[in-house]
């Protein structure tokens, strides 16, 4: 299983990836081995402004269907075009072409509240 060195993690299994001022989001290795194959994606927040740990969509798998929380506050700028045509991106590349959402950061202090991906580890091997 993946955990990419470059990116912070969330107990809700989402990751996040820093680039100039804003985030890319989107699902752990993890994540989308436990849901199995991703049939939808349903993400209708762009253009809000969320809280941390607020739901900015869902996901949908053969077998269930989950919330997804955003990591950090700030505004969603972008959902990522492919993944409503094509929600196995999820599943084939998740760090990758399988990102969710693009944010502005609200409060870039809290970043320093994600996981490491060494504690990350931890919280998915315990």
């Known amino acids: 299983m993946k955990i990419p060195e470059n990116l912070k993690y969330t107990k809700d299994h989402e990751w996040v990836r820093v680039e100039e001022g804003c985030a890319y989001i989107g699902v752990t290795d993890f994540a989308q081995r436990e849901l199995g194959d991703v049939v ?7 253009g809000e402004k969320l809280d941390k ?3 900015f969509g869902t996901i949908e798998a ?3 269907v989950s919330d ?5 506050s700030g505004e969603v700028l972008e959902i990522n075009p492919k993944i ?11 760090y990758g072409e399988g990102w969710l959402i693009k944010i502005s950061i609200a409060d870039s202090s809290e970043l320093d509240e994600l996981l490491t991906p060494e504690q990350y580890n931890d919280l998915i091997n315990t």
């Open 40 to 46: 939808f994606v349903e993400i209708e927040t762009e």
């Open 53 to 55: 740990e607020e739901v």
């Open 62 to 64: 053969v077998k269930t």
């Open 68 to 72: 997804m929380f955003m990591p950090v």
């Open 84 to 94: 409503e045509e094509e929600p196995e991106l999820v599943n084939k590349d998740p």
